[in-house]
């Protein structure tokens, strides 16, 4: 079983940063995409930035500029820098990694920005 585990998250004052990290474990399989996600209360989750095995990212229109996802392929670990931050960036944060076809999902980490 892929097991999923985001770290990093915490309270910041806007314009500040923070980094996020996500490990995933588990599978001999390669892991296609990881992605971040994120969710506002009352919102729907959202696909932050995501970055393929091979380097290639995506990013929300709301983040680009701000937040940079990289990705270790030999720790299957994937990271979201994220500057600038503003209220708005307020949510859960989770992490997806997806193998094969199927995206496993961590139990999320808090980021909270205060103005």
């Known amino acids: 079983q892929v097991q999923v585990v985001e770290s990093g998250g915490g309270l910041v004052q806007a314009g500040g940063s923070l980094r996020l990290s996500c490990a995933a474990s588990?599978?001999?399989?390669?892991?296609?995409?990881m992605s971040w996600f994120r969710q506002a209360p009352g919102k729907q989750r959202e696909l932050v930035a995501g970055i393929t095995s091979g380097g290639r990212t995506n990013y929300a229109d709301s983040v680009k500029g701000r937040f940079t996802i990289s990705r270790d392929n030999a720790k299957n670990t994937v990271y979201l820098q994220m500057n600038s931050l503003t209220p708005e960036d307020t949510a859960v944060y989770y992490c997806a990694a997806r193998v094969i076809t199927t995206n496993y999902w961590g139990q999320g980490t808090q980021v909270t920005v205060s103005s």
């Open positions: 588990g599978t001999r399989f390669t892991i296609n995409v």
